[in-house]
């Protein structure tokens, strides 16, 4: 298994269940008791690994069993075909050679089972049971399942039922919801009673020793179902215990509002009571105070009459005093405000005759900008002027020099070449070279007027790439 991956528990679970069970299976044979037919010579042997307390008494071919009056005795010969003894209580004589015995428990056997199952949802539920069983029919019990085990008598058959009931518990638990296994576990009885039944009692169709092994089961109950998750049962718990506390609230909310509509009553008739008294006593309290004010009044009145006199007499002393003041004060004013005016007036002089100043500036700065403008419009006309007047100039030399025909120019070329001739090498060896033309002589002449017609021909193409720079000179200055 890689390390990494999550481990599985209730896989090992299972498995180390299943080995315990063969283990306990497999116990049957290690712990077989010897043949008693190679026991003891001593007399009064009691083994000291049995379950069910019984003796072995005698010695050698004239021993006897003594068992309880509560357990089942099997005793068998060899030679013989059925048990030579069979019931319960029974002790009897026992040859070591020839005899075998078993000796089995009849009481209530009690298997505690927990089952781990899986339900519906595929949610782990570990489920809680017990199951009592005894031995119905002896003759049938005791040769279909193995009683062997001196230490346990029952150990094995009580596994086998421990595993055919937990395998019971797991197929019907398979079947359900987490809240009705939680809820009502009959359904998980019922299954499990009728499938223990079947197996230890036989069906009702069975008839003889065929059916069954001879048990009787006595009952199965459930005893708890627990959800394996932490977290699954938190959740599950989690409604009712919202719904109860919601409930505790409300009720909570209800006895405070029962205790404060009864306190609110309470205290609504307690006011009332203080409310009427306090009216009875301000009623006699009106009562002698009317007479008493009657009594202060007509004392009032007169002194009223004099204050009120006094008091005219000074309102009108305290009127006139208060004029004058006033008086004063309001020359005072006029006079602060006359100073004000004043000042206002001369700072007001003075900002107009600052703003004077400031237009002068500005019209003396305009000017002085006007002027340079005029100047530099002035340079640039006459640079201008400069500039067009070499232009014409140009071109007219120009025009000039391209209005010099080619008849001039081979007139010029031809008054410069015996100025040609004599710049031209001295030849070492003289040659008469007759170029006939047309049969005639004269061929040197033709050779000259060639050299020449080819010197005008240069001439021209100079002059017509003159004129064709002119043209491009004009377009530029147009």
């Not at 005791?142 to 085990?149: A, G, R």
């Not at 359904?187 to 499990?192: D, K, V």
Request: aromatic residues 4%.
């Amino acid at each position: 298994m890689d390390k990494n991956s999550p481990e599985n528990t209730y896989r090992q679970q299972v498995l180390q269940e299943q080995e315990e069970v063969a283990r306990q299976l497999k116990k049957n044979s290690i712990n077989a008791p010897q043949s008693l037919a190679s026991g003891s010579n001593i007399r009064g042997i009691t083994q000291t690994n049995k379950a069910i307390d019984y003796r072995i008494t005698g010695f050698w071919f004239w021993r006897s069993v003594v068992v309880p009056p509560n357990v089942y005795v099997i005793h068998t010969r060899q030679g013989k075909s059925e048990p030579i003894h069979i019931g319960m209580g029974i002790s009897f004589r026992f040859n070591p050679l020839s005899d075998a015995f078993l000796v089995i428990p009849s009481s209530v056997q009690t298997i505690l089972i927990n089952a781990n199952c899986i339900s519906i949802e595929r949610q782990g539920v570990l489920v809680q049971a017990y199951l009592q069983w005894i031995i119905g029919d002896i003759k049938i019990a005791y040769w279909k399942l193995d009683f062997s085990d001196p230490g346990d008598p029952m150990g094995i058959v009580n596994l086998q039922l421990k595993e055919q009931a937990e395998a019971a518990i797991k197929d019907k638990v398979a079947t359900m919801s987490i809240d009705e296994i939680l809820s009502d576990k009959q359904p998980i009885i019922e299954e499990l009673t009728r499938r223990l039944k079947a197996v230890a009692e036989g069906s009702r169709e069975d008839s003889g020793t065929s059916g069954g092994l001879g048990l009787k089961i006595v009952t199965i109950q459930i005893k708890e179902a627990v959800v394996s998750s932490t977290r699954l049962w938190q959740n599950l718990q989690a409604p009712f215990r919202a719904e109860r506390e919601r409930l505790a609230r409300l009720a909570e909310l209800a006895s405070h509002q029962a205790i404060a509509a009864q306190e609110l009553e309470n205290q609504i008739t307690s006011q009332r009571s203080e409310l009427n008294a306090q009216s009875e006593l301000e009623q006699l309290r009106s009562e002698q105070d009317r007479r008493k004010y009657d009594r202060e009044q007509s004392e009032n009145q007169r002194r009223h009459s004099l204050e009120q006199e006094a008091a005219r007499q000074k309102l009108i002393e305290e009127n006139q005093t208060i004029q004058a003041r006033n008086e004063a004060k309001l020359a005072l004013v006029l006079q602060e405000l006359e100073l004000e005016k004043r000042k206002i007036t001369a700072e007001i002089e003075q900002v107009e005759q600052q703003m004077q100043l400031d237009a002068v500036e500005r019209q003396k700065e305009l000017a002085k900008i006007t002027a340079e403008l005029e100047i530099k419009e002035r340079y640039n006309l006459a640079e201008f002027t400069q500039k067009r007047r070499e232009l014409v100039l140009a071109k007219q030399q120009q025009d000039i020099e391209n209005d010099l025909s080619a008849t001039y120019l081979q007139s010029e070329l031809i008054a410069k070449l015996p100025e040609i001739a004599e710049n031209l090498p001295t030849a070492q060896e003289q040659r008469t070279t007759i170029i006939a033309t047309d049969g005639k002589e004269g061929g040197g002449m033709t050779q000259l007027l060639t050299f020449v017609a080819s010197a005008l021909s240069l001439t021209q193409n100079f002059l017509s790439q003159a004129n064709s720079g002119n043209q491009s000179i004009e377009k530029v200055d147009e």
